[in-house]
């Protein structure tokens, strides 16, 4: 299964990591597999410079989802508007053209919308 998780708000994070984590979970207990991506545009990505991360106490949720196969993606006009540096986000952060233009792909590609 096929699940992108829409991040714009930084107060909606920590649900955001907990939706991945519960659906990783249940993907284990009953054998189903899932592919996630959690795309953060707007205000999010402030939270997904590395500084931020460690400073908020989320760096090592991200990184363990990371490492259980979670794609992270960030919005480049929102890195842009915001004046953040490709350079200063967690290191496996995907940096995209466009948030919008990746949620558009993935749900045409058949992935369930979630946003927290």
């Not at 991040?7 to 649900?15: A, R, S």
């Not at 590395?50 to 890195?79: H, P, Q, S």
Request: charged letters at 30%; a negative charge.
């Amino acid at each position: 299964m096929k699940t992108v998780i829409h991040v714009d708000e930084p107060e909606k994070w920590e649900l955001a990591l907990t939706n991945a984590g519960n659906i990783i979970k249940y993907g284990e207990q009953t054998g189903t597999d899932f592919r996630i991506e959690i795309v953060a545009n707007g205000a999010a990505v402030e939270n997904l410079r590395e500084d931020r991360a460690r400073a908020d106490g989320r760096y090592d949720a991200i990184r363990d989802l990371a490492l259980d196969t979670v794609k992270f993606a960030a919005c480049r006009n929102a890195l842009a508007a915001a004046g953040i540096r490709e350079g200063s986000l967690i290191p496996f952060i995907e940096v995209v053209p466009s948030g919008a233009v990746e949620l558009i792909r993935r749900q045409k590609e058949g992935y369930a919308y979630i946003k927290p």
